[in-house]
């Protein structure tokens, strides 16, 4: 018996398409629809700290911010086996960015991703905490009573 070969209705083959790496994301460049466009969804390569420009002014600045921003996709990713090494050529459907993510957000579907976007719309049963700063926040003290004077 011959393998069935899974195809689009256009007749193009699925192990062509592009899929989305976020958890429980089954979105592919060939059959999924953005219910929000209702056009076949984009993909957006993830950040990485290599891809910074040629320039060697700020290039440890730009790198910096890269990787922090990739950190930041991997977390929401929900996705533990990804880290900064291994997402080079990973990709996030725009399913999972907020309108506000774009450079025209009534237009989402030709509009860029910001330079700052993260895909935040993932559904995910019990999430973990999101990236916090790294700094705890202060502690909470008591209040000192009037000092005493000293008697002479």
Same mark, same amino acid.
């Given at each position: 018996?011959?393998?069935?070969? !899974?195809? !689009?209705?256009? @007749?193009?083959?699925? $192990?062509?398409a592009v899929?989305c790496?976020? *958890? /429980?994301?089954?979105n $592919?460049?060939l !059959?999924s629809i953005d219910?929000?466009? @209702?056009?076949?969804v984009?993909?957006?390569s993830?950040?990485?700290?290599? #891809?910074v @420009?040629? !320039? *060697? #002014?700020?290039?440890?600045?730009?790198?910096?911010?890269?990787?922090e921003?990739c950190r930041?996709?991997i977390? $929401?990713?929900?996705r533990?086996d990804? /880290?900064? $090494?291994n997402v080079? /050529?990973?990709q996030a459907?725009s399913?999972h960015?907020?309108?506000?993510?774009? /450079?025209?957000?009534?237009?989402?579907h030709t509009?860029?991703l910001?330079p700052?976007?993260?895909?935040?719309?993932?559904?995910?049963?019990n999430?973990?905490?999101? *990236?916090?700063? @790294?700094?705890?926040p202060p502690? *909470?003290?008591?209040?000192?009573?009037?000092?005493?004077k000293?008697?002479e």
């Amino acid at each position: 018996m011959g393998r069935k070969k !899974t195809t !689009t209705p256009s @007749g193009k083959p699925l $192990n062509d398409a592009v899929y989305c790496n976020i *958890l /429980n994301c089954s979105n $592919n460049s060939l !059959t999924s629809i953005d219910p929000r466009t @209702g056009k076949i969804v984009r993909f957006h390569s993830w950040p990485h700290p290599d #891809k910074v @420009g040629e !320039t *060697l #002014k700020d290039a440890a600045v730009k790198k910096a911010e890269k990787f922090e921003l990739c950190r930041k996709w991997i977390v $929401n990713s929900r996705r533990a086996d990804l /880290n900064v $090494n291994n997402v080079k /050529n990973k990709q996030a459907c725009s399913i999972h960015f907020e309108k506000a993510a774009y /450079n025209n957000p009534n237009d989402i579907h030709t509009s860029r991703l910001l330079p700052k976007a993260v895909p935040t719309l993932v559904e995910c049963p019990n999430p973990p905490k999101l *990236l916090t700063p @790294g700094r705890p926040p202060p502690k *909470l003290r008591l209040a000192l009573s009037q000092p005493k004077k000293r008697l002479e």
